[in-house]
């Protein structure tokens, strides 16, 4: 079983933007979290970074025939982006949503998110070990559906 986990915009600058919001670790340590928490899942995964909306489509896109199933932060995206819950529907693989701090507590502007309208959970709050929540919720979903499906 394979994931993808996909990080928006200014996820790279962990550690420098916000510390308070969003923790002092930087990240690569965001990086070699989400491998060790895909070891423990026994599932392997690649995990990516852009800036660039159309480039997250890319990476969403080509999740299709290479993943079983897609972990996504997309940032700021969240609350903009038709591109990337249209790229999210049209791959069909199940996706879990994160983030870091808890948008629902969060400006008025953080209220939508398009991109979890397409995901079957969401995980908010919780920093680095949200993603460890939504791993193995998807690990357990699949597996599930898989048992389901013979
Ligand atoms: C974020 C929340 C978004 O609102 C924000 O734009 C981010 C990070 C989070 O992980 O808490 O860049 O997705």
Redo the contacts with the bound molecule.
């Keep these: 079983m394979k994931f993808y986990i996909i990080n928006?915009?200014?996820?790279n600058l962990l550690g420098l933007r916000e510390p308070d919001?969003?923790g002092s670790e930087n990240y690569s340590s965001l990086c070699a979290f989400v491998e060790s928490c895909c070891k423990e899942a026994q599932v392997e995964c690649e995990i990516f970074q852009s800036n660039h909306e159309g480039e997250l489509v890319d990476i969403i896109q080509s999740a299709y025939n290479n993943a079983d199933g897609i972990v996504i932060?997309?940032?700021?995206y969240?609350?903009t982006s038709i591109a990337i819950l249209d790229a999210l529907k049209a791959v069909n693989l199940p996706a879990v949503e994160?983030?870091?701090?808890?948008?629902s507590l969060?400006e008025d502007f953080?209220q939508i998110s398009y991109a979890g309208m397409a995901c079957i959970k969401t995980v908010?709050g919780m920093g680095f070990e949200g993603y460890r929540q939504a791993i193995l919720y998807l690990k357990s979903y699949l597996v599930k559906k898989i048992s389901l499906n013979g």
């Design positions: 928006g915009p200014n996820l919001i969003y932060n997309p940032a700021a969240t609350h994160v983030h870091l701090s808890d948008i969060r953080r908010k």
